[in-house]
Each structure stands twice: as C-alpha cells, then as structure tokens.
C-alpha cells in the first residue's frame, strides 16, 4: 500500500492550499473548510464547520442572505442537476465587505451515483488580488487611510489632477463621484466611535471590490469617499451610481452581538475642459446635497 492511499494526506493538501476549498453535504452544512477559505472570508473552521452554508452567518433581516451570499444559489443548482458551474458570485467577509471570486462548485456523489453534497473552490479575482499588493504598498508610503484602509484623500486629489492633465492632451471624458456613507451620526450616537470606524472599513472595502480594476475609490471629506471613474462619459455614471448603492447595505458588521448596515447617498460629474480638482470635487458634492434634497435621488451635475 502506498503512502499516498492514506486518506489524511489528501485532505492535508487540501487544507493547505491558498485556494479556498469547501465542501458541504446535501443539507448545505459544512463539512470541510480549508486555510484558502480562512485567508480568504476571514472565518476559521471553527466557526464554520457544522454550520449550513445557508445561515445567516453574516447574514441581516430572515438570513436569505447567507456566508456565501449569491453562491448559494449556485451550490443548491449543482446539487439538484448534478452537474459542475463556474459562477463569478461574492462572499462576505468576516469583516463585513464583499469579496469578489471565482468559484467553481462540483456535485459529490456516492457509490450508487446519488448527489451527497458539493465540493466548492473559489479564488480572489486577479484584479482584486493585484489591488491588494498594490494597497500594502500605498500603505508603506504613507497613503492609505488608516482607519478606513482605502486610498487618503491627498493620493485621490493627486490622481484627479492627473486625469485632469490627461483630459486637456487627451480628451477622453472621466467622472468623479462623491459617496456619503448615510446614518453615520445615528451609529455614533448609539455605538460609540468605535462602530462607526469599523463600518465605514467595511463600506469602503465593499465598493473598492465593486468597482471596475481602472477606477479608484479612496477617502473624500468626512463620512465621504470618491470614486475616479475612468473613460465614463455622464451617461454612464447614474448607472454607476445604482450598481454601487445597492451594494452598500451589504456591507454588514457585527457589533456587541447587532448586525449593523447603513445606505449611502451618491452625487457625480464628468470632467470639463476648464476644471480644477477643486471645481470638479466641489461639483460633484453640489450634486450629492441636491439629490439628498430632493429626497435621495441621484443628481448628476453637469454644470455649476
């Protein structure tokens, strides 16, 4: 018999790897979860094993929404059709934002060839994992927002004035769009100082992985970020705009034992031949106030 017939060495392998790698029975509760899957989700086995993929996890409201948020739905087809997917789906981390991976999820059968489970692997998107490298190096030099982990709002003027030089040889059109991060008062006053940092990492992670690898999101004014969308000309940033809100209540902490969320407000603006960083920010945060008073709606200015 060889070494490599002991069942210990595979599962050792699997546990090894950077990829994550689950495995789950017919009732989608974990049975296997490897230290790909911690790096990656940042929950230990400990906390996962045992538990169905479809609890609410880091879940909010009737837990529809579980650990492996939209995956679930792909894990439940692969069960039921017996066949393999590759789905593009986003995980919650343990800290509250969204990570976007590849996952591929394939059918375990048993000797009779009856579907017993699924085996799950999933991956960072390349554009993620190269964001990352890049993060810890801003870090290094000074330019990452301590508290909220995304670019400051010095290293996001320099990159405007940058775009802004660009426009003028180049007249490619780009935007800028002003988020507030809503009920951040309400928090505070609830939860102390400690809460509102920890949510505001989480929504500031969540729309870094939302966005598209050529833009860029960092820190604006206070409870604000900014988001450089590159080649998107004004019909292109309300639509922008909508894909980025729906994703900020997904960025959900837990906090002495409450799951916390917030919404978020967005103004915008596509650049203009005689624009500063400053004209540009400051029109773009005049549409953010004008569609917060108009009840929320998204304003996209196109003039002062």
């Not at 679930?72 to 393999?84: H, S, Y």
Request: glycine share 8%; hydrophobic share 40%; with cysteine.
């Amino acid at each position: 018999m060889s070494e490599f017939d002991d069942p210990k060495i595979f599962r050792a392998i699997l546990d090894s790897l950077l990829t994550g790698v689950y495995l789950v029975d017919s009732n989608q509760k974990v049975l296997f979860w490897n230290d790909g899957a911690e790096r990656i989700t940042g929950h230990l086995r400990q906390d996962v094993v045992g538990r169905s993929s479809r609890c609410d996890l880091l879940a909010k409201g009737d837990g529809n929404t579980c650990f492996v948020s939209d995956a679930t739905e792909a894990i439940v087809n692969v069960m039921r059709d017996g066949k393999p997917a590759v789905v593009n789906v986003s995980l919650r981390h343990k800290d509250g934002h969204r990570v976007l991976v590849r996952m591929r999820a394939v059918p375990i059968r048993n000797s009779h060839g009856s579907v017993i489970g699924a085996a799950e692997s999933f991956e960072e998107s390349i554009a993620v994992s190269n964001w990352d490298r890049r993060k810890k190096k801003l870090g290094a030099y000074g330019l990452l927002d301590p508290a909220t982990e995304v670019p400051s709002e010095a290293y996001m003027r320099s990159h405007i004035r940058e775009q802004i030089a660009t426009f003028g040889q180049c007249p490619i059109p780009f935007s800028v769009m002003t988020i507030r991060v809503d009920q951040i008062e309400d928090v505070r006053s609830k939860y102390g100082s400690g809460a509102v940092v920890a949510i505001l990492r989480a929504v500031g992670q969540t729309l870094e992985n939302s966005i598209r690898p050529t833009d860029l999101l960092g820190l604006g004014a206070k409870n604000q970020f900014l988001v450089i969308l590159t080649e998107c000309p004004a019909a292109e940033v309300e639509k922008v705009a909508g894909r980025l809100k729906r994703a900020v209540p997904y960025a959900e902490i837990k906090w002495w034992g409450e799951d916390l969320s917030v919404i978020a407000s967005f103004g915008g603006t596509t650049v203009k031949a005689e624009d500063t960083v400053e004209s540009i920010i400051e029109r773009s945060e005049k549409s953010l106030l004008e569609g917060i008073a108009a009840g929320g709606s998204f304003i996209l200015a196109l003039a002062d």
